[in-house]
């Protein structure tokens, strides 16, 4: 399986937004659902949000009123876009997929999102 690659990330200020943008694989999103995850410096992988072939979403609660998870099939592309960031959103954001046992597909190198002033 290829690794899955990840882009938008940036530096961006406190109340600032932005999209990030994955690469899926038709296949594997038909029988999983995908996902961001995201490491901040210091502290394990978490769950962002995630999304279903049928349009089913799931939001951590640090950034459910703020984010939104969506796809493009025609583009094979899944995106993340969180609104009114904060320093605690700064961390390397992943996508992924988890199997239905419970194991993830590779993981990429990320994309790094830095919120500052």
């Known amino acids: 399986q290829e690794q899955l690659v990840e882009s938008g990330g940036g530096s961006v200020q406190p109340g600032g937004s932005l999209t990030l943008s994955c690469i899926i694989q038709?296949?594997?999103?038909?029988?999983?659902?995908m996902g961001w995850y995201r490491q901040a410096p210091g502290k394990q992988r978490e769950l962002v949000a995630t999304?279903?072939?049928?349009?089913?979403?799931n939001y951590a609660a640090s950034v459910k009123d703020r984010s939104t998870i969506s796809t493009n099939n025609a583009k094979n592309t899944m995106y993340l876009q969180m609104n009114n960031l904060t320093p605690e959103d700064t961390a390397v954001y992943y996508c992924?997929?988890?199997?239905?046992?419970?194991?993830?597909?590779?993981w990429g190198e990320g994309t790094l999102v830095t919120v500052s002033s």
């Open positions: 992924n997929f988890k199997k239905g046992n419970g194991d993830f597909g590779p």
């Open positions: 999304i279903t072939n049928s349009g089913v979403t």
């Open positions: 038709p296949i594997i999103f038909r029988f999983w659902p």
